[in-house]
């Protein structure tokens, strides 16, 4: 490769912005002299979670919600749309860039828009099994289209070039070992860890049905490791510091991890998390058996992935408004047979896709 422009947009949730992270760290590596553009929203998640340094440029585009909103918020979303077409052409008219690859968030949609309208190249990552309306939209006038698992290929139009790549991890992850796991947490090896987490966003149910029955697994001799988001990090905290001191030594709470998610998973027997993307990748490569908890109130993207993973023995799936009642027996049932559990490790090892990101990047 020669050193040319490439545009990334990526947004939305981690799992839209972290398969696009783990693209670019593949493409560093095989081809350093290539500039890189990001281009997000102005107020996504992908601000927060996408490290500024690395990058030729970092912009934004405007862009908004048409699908599952009222009449006027559709108005208003498709003159942003516009103007993000708009913004996305000025971008690729100044830097000319060779490709654009997406993933997924708003931000995508007026990007590619732009810069096809400008005619440049189009490849597009889907991260969910079931792809989102606007990125089978894209797909039309895409290069290519990639995808975690064959049976994605069924959402699109006949003639949409689909191939299936896996799900692209970060090095963070892919290093990632139990050993440096339970030193980090400071764990004891004796012990079964179970871990809760609700992806990049949180997830308020899985917290609070944690925090319902954490004192039943505590008591069963359980190590939990329990990842909040934000949003409840300050019940999560008054909630540990009402337990007993022996209760609070293996009682490990976090609001978020970012480069230490993959020695949070390579500590876990056990999984209890909702069904984004990510899901596809990481559960798979950690070989790790799952309790899967589908967010109730979106399209049923997280459902697919979930049943996905069930109909392959790596996972069951437990409906959000099931938690409460269903949540400690599951738990109990799965850890307290190592057959079925190393079963479901088998099967979610036989999942997995290695060397996503590098296939990509090619």
Known sequence: MSSEALFIAAGGTGGGIYPALSVVEALRARAPQLALYFIGSKAGIENALVPRQGWAGFHSVQSGALHGVGRLKQLGSSLKIAMGTWQAWRLASRYRPRALFLTGGWATFPTALGCWLRGVPILVYVPDIEP????????????????????????????????????????????????????????DPERQTLLVFGGSLGARSLNNALSAILPELLADGLQVLHISGQADWEAVQARRAALDSAAQARYHAFAYLHDEMGLALAAADLVVCRAGASVLGELTHFALPSILV??????????????????????????DAHLMSHLLPTVRALLSDPGRLEAMRQAARRAAVPNAAQRIAE
Request: hydrophobic share 50%; glycine share 4%.
């Open 132 to 187: 989102a309306l606007g990125v089978r939209v894209i797909s039309r006038f895409a290069r290519l289209v990639l995808t975690p698992v064959p049976e994605s290929a069924a959402y699109f139009r006949r003639g949409v070039r689909v191939e299936a790549v896996g799900y692209p991890l970060r090095r963070a992850l892919l290093s990632a070992d139990r050993l440096t796991a339970q030193a980090r947490f400071q764990l």
């Open 294 to 319: 589908p967010y109730p109130h979106a399209w049923r993207y997280q459902k697919v992935n979930a049943d996905w993973l069930v109909a392959r023995g790596a996972a069951l799936r437990l409906d």
